[in-house]
């Protein structure tokens, strides 16, 4: 009988502690720190992903608004979105939320300066943005300027927007000539 109670509390707690219901929510499997996808060389020309950066300087100087806001209907879907750029050649840039629960907004020179280092960068920026995956691509939390004045505004606080949550990964573009 002993035997018996103890064989269904073990059954239960292995039941509670396996059930994905009960499990504490994650960051949907991926985080902001840098991953080089050396296991799976991309085959990039850096000549792409630096153009990819400066195209969205350019956006963020010359566009409509200067962020990039990702948010989603379902907190259980971390959404991976294309970032559209027209002649990238060999580089497919993609955003991915990794906290659904919230509202990630970016600045795309934020997006810029995570690929590149930023513009001037020295060799230490550089080191610790995309480029330092060379032709293998990768990905990376993008890197806020908090200290910029449009992360400070009453629409960025009114809306709840978060400046965190978003990465960065830069693959090869399977339609190089469709650009």
Do not use: H
Request: glycine fraction near 10%; proline fraction near 4%.
């Amino acid at each position: 009988m002993i035997s018996q109670i103890l064989l269904g509390a073990l059954s239960a707690v292995s039941f509670v502690s396996a059930s994905p219901v009960l499990q504490a929510r994650g960051v949907c499997g991926e985080t902001s720190r840098l991953v080089c996808y050396n296991e799976g060389p991309q085959g990039l020309d850096l000549e792409d992903v630096k153009y990819a950066a400066r195209f969205l300087r350019k956006i963020a100087r010359d566009g409509d608004s200067p962020r990039w806001t990702m948010s989603t209907d379902n907190d259980l879907d971390c959404a991976e979105w294309t970032m559209n750029i027209p002649g990238s050649g060999s580089v497919l840039v993609l955003t991915k939320q990794i906290n659904a629960r919230i509202v990630s907004s970016v600045l795309y020179e934020d997006i810029a300066n995570t690929i590149d280092g930023g513009e001037g960068a020295s060799d230490a920026d550089r080191g610790n943005s995309l480029l330092a995956c060379g032709s293998n691509g990768g990905q990376l939390g993008v890197k806020v300027n908090r200290q910029n004045p449009a992360y400070q505004t009453a629409e960025f606080r009114e809306r709840r927007l978060r400046s965190s949550g978003i990465i960065v990964k830069l693959v090869k573009n399977p339609n190089p000539d469709d650009d």
